[in-house]
């Protein structure tokens, strides 16, 4: 089934380490963006991309990095994780063609960071 | 600038009751306006668009531009609309489809 996955579910971490969460999607979309959820302020964009060779940074980027491997896959990285970037982070993908501004979400990546 | 508010962080009504989950929002283009809906485990999804002008699952929103609104409307809530609710407002540029989203409702129905 078509659909968009991502790695880890869930990852708990200490201040200052590496960490790399990774969304893979079989729809053959070529959008993607990573967004994350925080209680009370809803879901806010980080990066989001149109093709392999476009990255473009959304709402709250400082303190995140991303990579478009493929059209397939958009990876998120946090170079230097800090505790205020513990939140639920989703992948999700649109269609350029259809234009219907829907977006297909991943289950999500839980990250804590102590 | 691009903005969407729901005012309420938590909406609590009994089974059969109406509902209203509002939305406003701040756009100087002609606004493209969703509804996505988070059930309890399972991944946030779209309930309903403004342009197809749908209902789902009872679920109705209008869009009122005089107002800057785009609340939701269900006549007769049940339980399994128990969820945390989002407005969201394509954003565009270039023809894209970004998506700003508001803060979140969580609907909780009572039996």
């Known amino acids: 089934d078509a659909d968009v996955t991502q790695t880890p579910r869930n990852r708990i971490t200490k201040t200052g380490k590496r960490i790399m969460l990774e969304c893979s999607q079989t729809?053959?979309?070529?959008?993607m963006y990573w967004y994350r959820q925080d209680p009370g302020l809803g879901l806010r964009l980080i990066y989001y991309?149109?093709?392999?060779?476009?990255?473009n940074k959304g709402e709250i980027s400082d303190g995140y990095s991303v990579s478009r491997q493929a059209q397939a896959k958009f990876s998120l990285s946090l170079e230097s994780a800090i505790p205020n970037q513990t939140a639920l982070y989703f992948c999700?993908?649109?269609?350029?063609?259809?234009?219907?501004?829907?977006?297909?979400f991943g289950e999500g990546s839980r990250l804590t960071v102590l | 600038a691009q903005r969407v508010t729901q005012p309420e962080k938590l909406l609590s009504v009994f089974k059969g009751a109406p509902v209203e989950l509002k939305c406003n929002y701040s756009?100087?283009?002609?606004?493209?306006l969703f509804w996505y809906v988070q059930y309890s485990r399972q991944r946030l999804q779209l309930l309903l668009r403004h342009i197809s002008r749908e209902s789902i699952k009872g679920f109705t929103a209008d869009l009122n531009k005089g107002e800057t609104s785009f609340h939701l409307k269900k006549p007769f809530a049940q339980e399994e609309d128990s969820a945390m609710y989002y407005c969201a407002l394509a954003s565009y540029g270039g023809a894209t489809n970004k998506l700003i989203f508001g803060t979140g409702t969580l609907l909780a129905v009572q039996p």
């Open positions: 999700a993908t649109s269609d350029f063609l259809s234009n219907t501004g829907e977006l297909f």
């Open positions: 756009y100087s283009g002609s606004p493209e």
């Open positions: 991309s149109f093709d392999v060779k476009d990255i």
């Open positions: 729809k053959g979309h070529d959008r």
